[in-house]
């Protein structure tokens, strides 16, 4: 049914229509990515200027569609398919882990198993 016809539905129900309308915009891939994203940045507010320097650092050695395509964040955008699927976001995650500071690295193994649980 879509979301139209849920809208339009004489037994309406605002949740329903919601949950519609989130599942239309936000397949599950897009929301992998997003997750994705959002452990970057919780992660980058937790560090202390050292951390900060030693993960853009390590950012940033990487080839440039690898950090281009994470930057542009979306499908469709340009190097974005660097991370459209989990394989691919754990190739960039693996040239990434290698190119930071060993104390960098830990902290994020950390912070991986602390989300991941």
Known sequence: QSLAQELNDKDFHPDKAATKAYHTIWSPENIRQRNFAVFGGEFLMKQNVVGLRGFFVGFFRLP????????????????????????????????????????VAVAMTVDIVGYSL
């Open 64 to 103: 440039q569609p690898l950090w281009a395509g994470f930057l542009a964040g979306w499908p469709t955008l340009p190097d974005n398919d660097q991370h459209e699927s989990w394989y691919k976001r754990i190739w960039y995650g693996l040239n990434f882990f290698v190119q930071i500071p060993w104390q």
